[in-house]
């Protein structure tokens, strides 16, 4: 039974007893291959449909989620609670399914190839493995994973459309001594060269630190590399959020549409019509259309993004972005600027270039306090030259202070996706100034 079929029997067994429903069905069939000690290690498979529902009922709304066997399963659990929907609270984000409209067809976001690896992926690995060893990798450690998905989402307004994509992701940590770095890659298409320099890219940031150097807590210049941009355009673009906006969970809380929010070199898209991208989508989980959107367009704030409720709550339209309880970006593309790595490097005094983070965390979202903590290669850089590498440090500062201290964008652009960038997005290196850096607690 297809992901569409399911989605039908449930909104059959449903639409008569709400007042308003929808039904959004994931199919996922997904392998994924975990690296360790430079060998490929156990591979896991795994086929899981989910079912989810938007229901409606007297301005009540209710949001569930099932993983199930069968359709029959979500009808018998939403049976068990429906006598306690009634009982909640009406909501002010009620809003009715939008009236159906054909949404234009998506093509070249599935990849046959993809499926066809899905029950072998190990040649994939050991090219990738392969290509970190050769290029000064003493081992190395990561993980491939590849999908193939169809979603479904049909309405009692009568929207009734599927898509089906495919998607690879790749990551590998290369290591040397105590040295560590790591390179990302995500994409719909199965690129082989690409699997490969993830592997090649991860291992040649080793050949960039040579000498161990010190460290002192205070402002520099820093350059983000592409892993680094896209978690944290992610907090960014989330934050943009129709949602976040309501509930006071963003920096972007006192600003309007055409407000100066970053330097001007700065343009952030939400792009779920980018093929190439893991999170495309031809249609958001209400039915509407979805388009490329820029969320930042030369430095100043260009959208929101909303689904039906919250669009109703800033008296706009939807912009293709539910999420029914949080709007939220697809695919994002950050465009590139003019400048190569090594001329960003030569522009800084003395600074440092952060190739991965994590533990990304907000202290104040109304000011966009965040920190994140450097993981793997550092780089010091000194008087335009790398000196060394250091131990880990800390980005401490304001999303908005960040962005606008924005001196130089990169000209390659790289398809990042992983454990740390959750949202698919496409970045160059960036080169910020006067950023606090510290030292992260023990």
Do not use: C
């Not at 539910?322 to 590139?336: C, F, K, Y």
């Amino acid at each position: 039974m297809s992901a569409r079929d399911v989605a039908e029997k449930v909104l059959g067994g449903l639409k008569e007893r709400f007042d308003s429903v929808v039904v959004k069905v994931v199919d996922r069939n997904a392998a994924m291959l975990k690296i360790w000690n430079s060998q490929p290690g156990v591979l896991q498979m795994w086929r899981d449909v989910s079912v989810h529902l938007l229901l409606g009922k007297q301005r009540r709304v209710t949001v569930l989620e099932f993983e199930v066997g069968s359709p029959e399963e979500a009808l018998d659990a939403v049976r068990r609670i429906e006598d306690y929907i009634t009982k909640v609270e009406e909501s002010e984000l009620y809003a009715e399914p939008p009236e159906p409209k054909e949404p234009a067809p998506l093509e070249g976001g599935y990849d046959r190839r993809i499926v066809d690896h899905l029950s072998d992926p190990r040649p994939l690995a050991e090219a990738m493995v392969s290509s970190a060893l050769s290029s000064g990798a003493e081992r190395v450690a990561g993980t491939l994973e590849l999908e193939e998905v169809e979603v479904a989402v049909t309405t009692s307004r009568g929207f009734d459309k599927a898509y089906r994509k495919t998607g690879v992701t790749a990551h590998l940590r290369s290591l040397r001594g105590e040295l560590s770095s790591h390179w990302a890659w995500g994409s719909t298409q199965l690129d082989v060269r690409a699997v490969e320099e993830v592997g090649s890219r991860s291992a040649g940031l080793l050949e960039l630190a040579k000498t161990k150097v010190g460290f002192t807590p205070g402002r520099y210049d820093v350059i983000l590399s592409p892993l680094v941009v896209g978690n944290l355009m992610n907090y960014v673009a989330s934050m943009a959020s129709g949602m976040a906006i309501l509930l006071g969970m963003s920096f972007l809380l006192k600003k309007r549409v055409g407000d100066l929010v970053a330097s001007e070199s700065f343009t952030l898209v939400d792009a779920p019509r980018d093929v190439l991208l893991p999170g495309l989508a031809p249609f958001d989980d209400e039915g509407v259309e979805t388009y490329n959107k820029p969320v930042i367009s030369a430095g100043r704030l260009a959208s929101l993004l909303h689904n039906t409720a919250t669009a109703r709550m800033f008296k706009t339209s939807s912009t293709g972005n539910a999420g029914w309880t949080n709007p939220r970006p697809w695919n994002l593309v950050v465009e590139p600027g003019g400048s190569t790595f090594e001329d960003m490097v030569s522009e800084v005094r003395r600074g440092y270039a952060i190739m991965n983070n994590w533990y990304t965390r907000l202290q104040n979202y109304v000011e966009g306090q965040f920190s994140t903590v450097a993981r793997d290669l550092v780089l010091a850089i000194r008087d335009g030259s790398i000196e060394g590498y250091v131990d880990r440090v800390r980005i401490a500062d304001r999303f908005e202070t960040l962005l606008k201290s924005i001196r130089a964008m990169g000209k390659e652009v790289y398809d990042v996706t992983w454990w740390e960038v959750r949202i698919p997005t496409r970045a160059p290196y960036i080169l910020a100034e006067s950023v606090n850096l510290t030292k992260p607690i023990a």
